[in-house]
């Protein structure tokens, strides 16, 4: 439990008569996976129960929104942090929370940190900017049925698993792709998408299927891998945690190839894959045109 929890046992009184009481995750997900996670599903494709408990204890700072003595909404809330605000009916002023969690959020966290206001969804996104709240990235969730079909690799290229020793090859197309991409405003330390790669390997590639659906491209002439598409199940359906190709060796085909071998591979056991994509990226066009769908956007802001 965060120390900022253990000092706010006691209620938080707000302006107007409302409280936040802190709550245990195995009691907050009660109302969380209801008014919360069901509300909101069309925007996560799925958001299972599990993942919710998870998500509540990882988090562990919910707090339930209360006018006298009757709860109202819900949210998770600590220093520089705010996320998954929801109101539980009757009670329908989603403004108005905003409006008293923010300036409550300010007193509590670091002014030399950025105040994150983590994962709001698309209709709340202008409430946040009425406030001053700055977007800082938009993603959507896609997702596509699986189903047996042909990938076709151009030639001079060839694919294969992914190994260990692929790891820091793999983390440096990763780091070019993104900064060659004007979508992508912050990119990562090496280490991190190190640990990202390292992530698929211990984790991950113990699943057939998820081995399989992952591949590098090497360009024959060079020896160097100049594509990869890295797998994890999540929440029991295929995610793509990363899709990447050499800038230099952009539009002749190897990110198709890496989607269609993935929808093929991932056909013998799943009934539909998903990925994750930025607001903008012109990525988008091609995973439409094998037939992804998009939900509703997902936005991350800091507040000022």
């Not at 009481?21 to 299972?48: L, M, N, T």
Request: hydrophobic share 35%; glycine share 4%; proline share 5%.
């Amino acid at each position: 439990m965060s120390d900022h929890v253990q000092t706010l046992k006691e209620p938080i009184h707000l302006e107007g008569g409302f409280k936040l009481v802190y709550q245990e995750p195995k009691d907050y997900i009660r109302y969380y996976s209801i008014y919360y996670g069901q509300k909101y599903a069309d925007y996560y494709f799925r958001r299972s129960a599990a993942t919710l408990i998870e998500q509540a204890s990882i988090f562990d700072c919910g707090y339930f929104i209360m006018k006298d003595e009757t709860i109202i909404g819900g949210v998770f809330l600590k220093p520089n942090f705010m996320s998954d605000l929801f109101v539980v009916p009757p009670y329908e002023d989603y403004d108005g929370l905003v409006n008293k969690l923010l300036p409550y959020l300010k007193t509590i966290s670091k002014t030399d940190d950025k105040i994150l206001i983590r994962e709001v969804v698309e209709e709340h996104v202008p409430t946040y900017e009425q406030q001053g709240c700055q977007i800082h990235e938009v993603n959507y969730w896609m997702t596509r049925p699986t189903q047996s079909m042909s990938a076709i690799l151009p030639e001079g290229y060839a694919s294969r698993a992914i190994v260990c020793e692929d790891t820091d090859e793999i983390a440096t197309l990763i780091m070019k792709a993104y900064r060659a991409n004007s979508v992508y405003k912050h990119i990562a330390a090496k280490e991190d998408y190190i640990l990202h790669v390292k992530e698929f390997l211990d984790l991950h590639r113990n699943n057939p299927i998820m081995d399989e659906s992952s591949r590098v491209i090497v360009d024959t002439g060079t020896n160097t891998i100049v594509g990869v598409c890295l797998h994890m199940e999540f929440e029991e359906y295929p995610l793509i945690m990363s899709l990447a190709v050499d800038p230099d060796h952009q539009h002749k085909g190897l990110g198709r190839f890496l989607l269609t071998h993935s929808i093929n591979s991932s056909s013998k056991e799943y009934p539909a894959t998903r990925l994750s994509v930025l607001k903008n990226n012109p990525a988008i066009k091609l995973y439409e045109n094998l037939g992804f769908i998009r939900s509703k956007s997902i936005t991350d802001m800091y507040a000022e």
